[in-house]
């Protein structure tokens, strides 16, 4: 999985400024956990989080 020169990697980009802030749940925080443990790591990373944060989002889209 190689990726070209020209794209950063998701922590070396700046937010963009009318970025959607989503305050993670304590069940999405629960799966972001989950994800870490799953691939090794003791605590989420930024991508656990992002993965949590958009299944929330869209959860909740269908919903309304």
Request: net charge positive.
């Amino acid at each position: 999985m190689s990726k070209t020169s020209s794209s950063k990697e998701p922590w070396e980009k700046a937010a963009p400024k009318k970025s959607r802030h989503t305050k993670l749940t304590p069940k999405s925080k629960a799966v972001a956990k989950r994800q870490a443990t799953k691939a090794g790591r003791k605590y989420p990373n930024l991508v656990d989080n992002m993965n949590a944060a958009k299944t929330q989002r869209t959860r909740r889209a269908k919903t309304k």
